[in-house]
């Protein structure tokens, strides 16, 4: 009996203690699944999907159908103090531009110095009520032109009273081709 014992003991001893992987590979596909779900990849930065009209612009075929009605929203980089465009990306102002007139900057809630967008809206407006439908324009258009180097969230201003004035035909002006 001792000796069944001592080769019991013996045997116990030589099996070496094995870990189950089982439990360790679990948690490894909960973590990978977890931040599989929880990662948010990184986007493009100063982009906007819209879907272009594809009946209107320079690759149309035949003439194009203008109508006096239209409203272009000019966003210019121009020089401070001055009227004059510039290329310089830091040394400018936004100018915003519709038909004739110039609307004048203010300085918003965060102190930043812009262009009026709450006359911009107003005069979206009044277009907007004061425009007659055609058969090629049943809603009043808006053109947006923004020069390069305007920063984009002036654009996207622009963009926000159009839509704050319940305008759903906006355009993006394309740039000027020099003949």
Same mark, same amino acid.
């Given at each position: 009996m001792a000796e069944e014992s001592k080769r019991i003991r013996?045997?116990?001893?030589?099996?070496?203690?094995? &870990?189950? @992987?089982?439990? @360790?590979i679990d948690i490894v596909f909960q973590l990978l699944i977890f931040f599989m779900l929880a990662c948010r990849f990184r986007t493009e930065e100063g982009q906007m999907h819209a879907f272009l009209p594809k009946n209107r612009g320079q690759g149309t075929i035949g003439r194009a159908v203008l109508t006096l009605q239209e409203v272009r929203v000019k966003l210019l980089w121009v020089e401070p103090g001055s009227f004059r465009e510039t290329q310089h990306p830091t040394k400018g102002r936004v100018l915003l531009k519709v038909r004739d007139r110039?609307?004048?900057?203010?300085?918003?809630?965060?102190?930043e110095v812009m262009p009026d967008y709450d006359q911009l809206y107003k005069l979206v407006c009044r277009a907007r009520d004061n425009f007659t439908p055609t058969k090629n324009f049943p809603t009043q258009p808006v053109i947006i032109?923004?020069?390069?180097?305007?920063?984009?969230?002036? &654009? &996207?201003?622009?963009?926000?009273?159009c839509v704050r004035a319940q305008i759903t035909d906006i355009t993006f002006a394309a740039k000027e081709i020099k003949y």
């Open positions: 013996q045997e116990a001893q030589d099996e070496e203690p094995g &870990i189950s @992987m089982t439990p @360790m110039t609307f004048p900057n203010v300085t918003n809630r965060y102190g032109d923004a020069r390069p180097m305007v920063p984009f969230k002036h &654009i &996207i201003a622009a963009l926000n009273e």
